[in-house]
């Protein structure tokens, strides 16, 4: 893919095929199949559509109970973990907050698939650390401990640390979450600049739609609509599957689709 007129050289492909999963006795997905190359495919839907739960089966927190996942043609759970985050990388929402280590030594621990432990002494890994700092913007909190930290601050760093292992697929499980504005449109803004294969789950459809180059709708645990966001948003899909009453114009500043809704019914 090129983008902006860059070729993408360090994306891989992500094949999610045919996937379904159980928790407790209870199907919570079935029969998802999403493939993605060197492009931002983000993931909307209402809660409890399943978003989170397909993400966790490409990270290997919850094994499909059937189907597959695929990251640069290796089957994720047929390998060891070690070697699946040598291409593949996450964000996730529960990330630990509280160790007991710098912003440095978080963002170092990325390395670890590598084979080092907090960044090593190899030029390689201080270069792919320092780099991730500065592409995620934390490198002024290199001293500072996590546990200091704010919300907006430790997502940050965790993009950081995601980025540091040098990741051909990218997942992003609500990324957004307790960043400003400002931070939102950046931390965004510098995923798509990435050229990275990246799955990333939002609650805020407009940012999806800015930033995305396809949507995957999901409801009750299945795929309803996937596409590019001005093919997929229109007003009967919102109102069938959000419940809301929606007009899409084009934003001025972007020409990229924006969403504008109620929950009232229009005349």
Not at 29 to 54: C, Q, Y
Not at 83 to 91: I, M, Q
Not at 240 to 256: C, E, S
């Amino acid at each position: 893919m090129i983008r902006d007129g860059k070729a993408a050289s360090v994306s891989a492909a992500l094949e999610i095929d045919d996937v379904a999963v159980d928790i407790a006795g209870r199907r919570i997905v079935e029969g998802i199949s999403i493939s993605a190359h060197g492009e931002v495919v983000g993931l909307v839907g209402p809660n409890g559509s399943g978003k989170s739960t397909i993400l966790r089966t490409v990270y290997r927190m919850l094994r499909p109970a059937t189907g597959s996942v695929h990251a640069a043609g290796n089957d994720v759970w047929a390998t060891s973990a070690r070697n699946a985050a040598r291409v593949l990388a996450a964000v996730v929402q529960d990330a630990p907050s509280d160790l007991e280590l710098t912003v440095a030594e978080c963002v170092a621990t990325g390395r670890v698939a590598h084979g080092t432990m907090l960044g090593g002494d190899r030029p390689e890994d201080a270069e792919a650390v320092e780099q991730a700092m500065t592409l995620a913007g934390v490198v002024k909190l290199a001293h500072r401990d996590m546990s200091s930290l704010s919300g907006g601050e430790r997502q940050r760093v965790q993009l950081a640390r995601a980025l540091a292992q040098k990741p051909s697929v990218l997942v992003l499980d609500e990324p957004t979450n307790h960043l400003d504005i400002r931070h939102q449109l950046e931390l965004l803004a510098l995923v798509r600049d990435l050229d990275i294969t990246t799955v990333v789950t939002l609650h805020d459809l407009n940012l999806a739609a800015s930033y995305c180059d396809r949507i995957v709708v999901l409801s009750r645990g299945a795929i309803v609509a996937t596409g590019a966001p001005r093919d997929v948003f229109t007003p009967q899909l919102l109102q069938r599957v959000f419940g809301v009453t929606a007009a899409i114009i084009t934003n001025p500043l972007t020409n990229r689709p924006q969403l504008v809704y109620t929950h009232r019914s229009t005349p």
